[in-house]
């Protein structure tokens, strides 16, 4: 029940990654990568379809060889989320999925080879409407940058990808977004925010190599969020050392908490203490593994007691807050009605369950009327 955003985002070309389209005023994209042996096509469609169910917009498929560039043609049919094939060096492998449907290729021109090789894969890409990713690391910078700046920097990373841009340029194709990613938060910022004043296609946010769960959560939080703040960013992806699954979600908490999109429960939840009326940390732990697979953007706050409990309870879809000898329900700011701890978790899911079905019907009656 939050206003909108107050973020002015940088304005940028819009290109399409299949069906969704990335920068210009579209909805920041969230997209996550497969670890599964492309090869392995039933599983790596079984973790596209999960990733898809988590909320994805777009994945990216790592295609090493030309074995695996066949197998990604069979991924293609069998899935409905478009695909990024991740591709370095060869580029007959780009020509070779280009044909078979890709949806957006990533790749540094500069390595890919000879100028004529490069000219082959982006005159595939512009005959088949496929958008380029320039992807730009800290970690694979080239030699002579290396020498030149001694170590990693911002400045180095930008000129690596201008290097790339320039290639595209020459060859008068516009549809492309970049990213320059590093694992050092301070160095990624200042990067993107060098590169942002100076092309006008779309950015690509991540903090690559960011650790695992809940560190490299936390450093993605808190890279993105100052680069989302300021409107730079287009699409992101949360490199987590951990289920793939998980970076969707994270993703998706990173935009929530900016009002840049929304997708599935807000929880606004205290984080207890010796005044709680009722478990307020078993009760979260319970809802939030429940209430998953809700994908209506709703605002729910559980307070443990009646200190903050009424006020946050107000601005909510529908508050819990904690009292003696019952708990008091507000639904749409208003109080409705008063639960005790027993069952409260199981009429709470349905109290959400309930008001989610309802407001997905009227948003979906706003939108026809619209």
């Not at 910078?141 to 790339?164: I, M, N, W």
């Not at 989610?356 to 026809?368: F, G």
Request: proline letters at 5%; aromatic letters at 4%.
């Amino acid at each position: 029940m939050h206003s909108e955003s107050p973020i002015k985002r940088r304005v940028t070309r819009k290109i399409w990654v299949g069906n969704v389209p990335v920068g210009g005023d579209a909805p920041i994209a969230v997209q996550s990568m497969t670890n599964t042996e492309t090869c392995d096509v039933d599983a790596t469609v079984g973790q596209i379809e999960r990733l898809q169910n988590a909320g994805a917009d777009i994945v990216r498929v790592s295609v090493p060889s030309m074995e695996a560039a066949e197998a990604f043609g069979k991924i293609k049919q069998r899935v409905t989320l478009p695909l990024v094939a991740d591709i370095h060096f060869d580029y007959q492998i780009a020509l070779r999925v280009a044909e078979l449907g890709v949806d957006c290729l990533r790749i540094n021109p500069g390595n890919i080879g000879r100028e004529d090789r490069v000219r082959a894969v982006v005159e595939a890409a512009r005959d088949r409407g496929i958008p380029i990713r320039i992807g730009v690391n800290a970690g694979s910078l080239e030699k002579d940058l290396q020498k030149k700046y001694g170590e990693p920097t911002p400045e180095a990373l930008v000129e690596s990808a201008l290097r790339h841009v320039e290639h595209l340029d020459r060859l008068n194709f516009p549809d492309f977004k970049v990213s320059v990613k590093a694992s050092d938060v301070f160095m990624a910022v200042a990067a993107y925010r060098l590169l942002a004043d100076k092309i006008e296609q779309p950015l690509h946010l991540g903090i690559t190599e960011a650790g695992g769960l809940r560190s490299g959560t936390v450093k993605s939080a808190v890279g993105l969020g100052m680069l989302l703040a300021e409107g730079i960013g287009d699409t992101i992806r949360i490199s987590l050392a951990a289920d793939p699954v998980e970076e969707i979600k994270v993703g998706f908490d990173i935009l929530k908490s900016l009002r840049l999109r929304s997708r599935g429960i807000n929880f606004i939840a205290c984080p207890s203490c010796s005044r709680q009326n009722f478990d307020v940390v078993k009760t979260m732990n319970e809802l939030e593994g429940r209430l998953d697979d809700l994908l209506v953007p709703l605002d729910v706050a559980v307070i443990g007691c009646v200190v903050n409990g009424p006020g946050e309870a107000k601005e909510a879809h529908i508050g819990l807050t904690g009292g003696t000898p019952n708990n008091l329900i507000y639904i749409d700011g208003k109080p409705a009605q008063k639960l005790n701890n027993e069952n409260l978790v199981d009429e709470l899911e349905q109290l959400i369950r309930r008001k989610a079905a309802e407001k997905a019907e009227t948003d979906a009656a706003l939108i026809l009327r619209s």
